[in-house]
């Protein structure tokens, strides 16, 4: 691995904007950041997946009406991935990469990775963006991408013998064959590229953690300076947001066309909450062993301090009663020494065994549970949960 190699990912590291899919992008003049661009990205998206789908359902019939089950416009789950799950995913492409930049170069410029690890860091850098950069990772995810829109609905025969505008009984129709062959595969692509670079940046952290990093117990993020780290998961907020849309929209259309009701879904929904929370925050186990080992140091070092200090204390308050009636205890500073020493004492012995953050941790809960907040309306009428909202301010 060379120098310039190690200077260009310790500068460069953005794990989301690289890849033959994002120069691609950037051979089409969208890959600029400026709402205009992006907005342009959006459009171009939703005319190569939405807008097909609409035309081909409205010429064979299907877009409305009671020609078949479920027709296009009153299809849930395919306007909610399409029109909501995409444009998420692409405003996810700006706050990320900034994430993840920014917890980067903390890690470098706060000191946490000291000069004599640099090197071992900038390898680690170097290493993940590379795992990004890979064309075999992308063909993968590609290849995985038309797998799961190809061989599961085809092969598999999902959703076979339903009355919608995809699919009348064995028989796909041409907006079936585009969402099948074109829509689905891009969606489940960009859903599978962000999927890996989680698991890259997971990856990074990993290897972080094996380095002989400068935590320090005292620091009162109670991780040991690390404390950025459990407020950075809250970047992919936008993701799991988007990711949550999927699945709401998936329930909804079990409810509203195949029977189901809320009440049975309800443990559905409560294991993909608690299953994506506890994804979100699994690279942040990498620290555990880092530090649970500070903490111990910690504890023991100034619980050494801790002795000296209180010994020398009761040393010259209660046993030395000719300095304790010489000098005035009120307003002495030994008194407050002691409430620091035990601040400090308090904070090592509060670190947690990995960086955490609950204002975090409630910005993903809050993402993971608002689209799931319409399928309320499946159980009971907006209208009548307005009215009673209404009724408690009279």
Known sequence: MTTPQLQQA??????????????????????????????????????????????????????????????FLHDPEVHARLLITLPL??????????????????????????????????????????????????????????VLAVVVR????????????????????PAGWWLTLVSLPILYFVLLRWLWIFVVWGYFLHRVSRLDLDLTPTHPDRAGGLGFLGWGVA??????????????????????HHGETLDSLKYHVATFVVVALLIVHAPMLSFCRTLSLCRFRGLLEFGALAWRHDRAFDQKWIRNSSTAA??????????????????????????????FDTKAFAVLAIAATLPMAPLVGTALPLREIFMKLGALFI
């Open 89 to 146: 995913l692409e405003l996810a492409q700006v706050l990320v990469p900034l994430s993840l930049v920014v917890q980067a170069r903390n890690l470098r410029e706060m000191g946490i990775v000291p000069p004599r690890e640099r090197g071992r860091f900038d390898a680690a850098q170097c290493n993940a963006r590379a795992l990004r950069e890979s064309t075999l990772s992308e063909g993968i995810i590609l290849a995985l991408s038309y």
């Open 154 to 173: 085809l092969a598999l025969g999902a959703s076979e013998g339903a009355s919608s505008w995809a699919r009348i009984g064995t028989d796909i129709t």
């Open 10 to 71: 310790e500068h460069e590291f953005d794990l989301v904007r690289c890849g033959r899919s994002h120069r691609l992008v950037q051979r089409l003049g969208l890959s600029d950041t400026t709402p205009p661009r992006r907005a342009a990205k959006v459009a171009v998206l939703l005319t190569v997946t939405w807008v097909p789908l609409s035309l081909l359902s409205l010429l064979s019939g299907h877009f409305d009406g009671t020609a078949v089950r479920v027709p």
């Open 326 to 355: 010489q000098e005035n205890i009120l307003g002495s500073v030994d008194i407050r020494s002691v409430a620091n020493m035990a601040a400090c004492y308090k904070h090592v012995d509060e670190m947690r065994l990995i960086p």
């Open 235 to 256: 970047g992919f907020a936008t993701v799991l947001l988007a990711v949550s849309t999927v699945f709401s929209a998936a329930f909804a259309k079990e409810i509203l």
